[in-house]
């Protein structure tokens, strides 16, 4: 039983509203942080050797099909860094567009969490279609991230073989 009762209209604009809150403030909590963070190494967004440089992504979901149709954030706001196709091919343009894609990472698993929040207001089945939502609607966007990052890493990596051999 949720701890608040509403009527079901008022309960799904309440649950239309709380969700474009929630992905609005994660959004703008996102691009504050400066891009050097995302710019450094850290375990949080590695790719994992089980990844095999964003092959898995590919053969379990079929990224490569569907990528191309998932709506690039960065469009709502003007200091967004698009994502929907590189920027150059310089190794500085390929860094950036790596950090941008832990941004964009970062910005969905946190999308992630308010789910269980909808439980307070909602019939306790609605906080599980909820729970749902959030997972349908921020892990595609996750694979995505994740894909595109191992191929920016892979070329970045041979990009530095090469420059050390000339």
């Not at 509403?6 to 992905?23: E, K, L, P």
């Not at 092959?55 to 149709?69: N, T």
């Not at 599980?128 to 939502?133: G, N």
Request: aromatic share 20%; with cysteine; net charge positive.
């Amino acid at each position: 039983m949720p701890i608040f009762s509403f009527s079901i209209m008022w309960t799904i604009i309440i649950d239309v509203v709380a969700w474009a809150f929630f992905h609005l403030l994660v959004s703008v909590f996102c691009f504050l942080v400066p891009l050097r963070y995302f710019q450094r190494s850290s375990s949080l967004f590695k790719i994992a050797a089980w990844e095999n440089s964003g092959h898995v992504w590919h053969r379990l979901f079929c990224v490569k099909k569907w990528k191309g149709a998932v709506p690039d954030g960065a469009r709502l706001f003007k200091f967004g860094y698009e994502k929907k196709s590189l920027h150059g091919f310089d190794n500085d343009t390929l860094q950036r567009f790596a950090a941008e894609t832990k941004r964009a990472e970062l910005a969905h698993w946190l999308s992630i969490l308010p789910a269980p929040l909808f439980f307070f207001w909602n019939p306790v089945w609605a906080g599980w279609v909820m729970i749902l939502y959030a997972l349908f609607f921020n892990i595609p966007f996750i694979i995505v991230q994740r894909y595109n990052r191992a191929r920016l890493e892979m070329i970045l990596d041979r990009l530095r073989m090469f420059e050390t051999k000339n």
